[in-house]
């Protein structure tokens, strides 16, 4: 059975830090693209980073810097590291993977964890 997991997620204050983590299972993620997505309450999900299998990441402009998200092959696992939160980024994260294996096109996502920034 294919899961993602999420876990890390927690109530933070200004200028803090949390590592959220990403446990997948019933698929190895060496084939796939890895990105974090979150969506904050009344708005649209939104992309936040994506790595590569050979660790090429891209962010979005308002995390970079600030965001670092790194994969595990080895243990099939997905993390993003946030430093210097802020309310702007109260959010539910959301691990997500894509990948197209022959012609079939796959695209797992978890449940989400949540994070709150208190001003």
């Known amino acids: 059975q294919v899961q993602l997991v999420e876990s890390g997620g927690n109530l933070v204050q200004f200028g803090g830090s949390l590592r959220l983590s990403c446990a997948a299972s019933?698929?190895?993620?060496?084939?796939?693209?890895m990105f974090w997505y979150r969506q904050a309450p009344g708005k649209e999900r939104e992309f936040v980073a994506y790595?590569?299998?050979?660790?090429?990441?891209d962010y979005r402009a308002s995390v970079k810097g600030r965001f670092t998200i790194h994969r595990d092959n080895a243990k099939n696992a997905l993390f993003l590291q946030m430093n210097m939160l802020s309310p702007e980024d109260t959010a539910v994260y959301y691990c997500?993977?894509?990948?197209?294996?022959?012609?079939?096109?796959?695209?797992?996502w978890g449940q989400g964890t949540q994070v709150t920034v208190l001003p």
């Open positions: 019933g698929f190895d993620i060496t084939d796939y693209v």
């Open positions: 997500n993977a894509k990948a197209r294996i022959g012609v079939e096109q796959r695209d797992y």
């Open positions: 790595i590569l299998s050979d660790g090429v990441t």
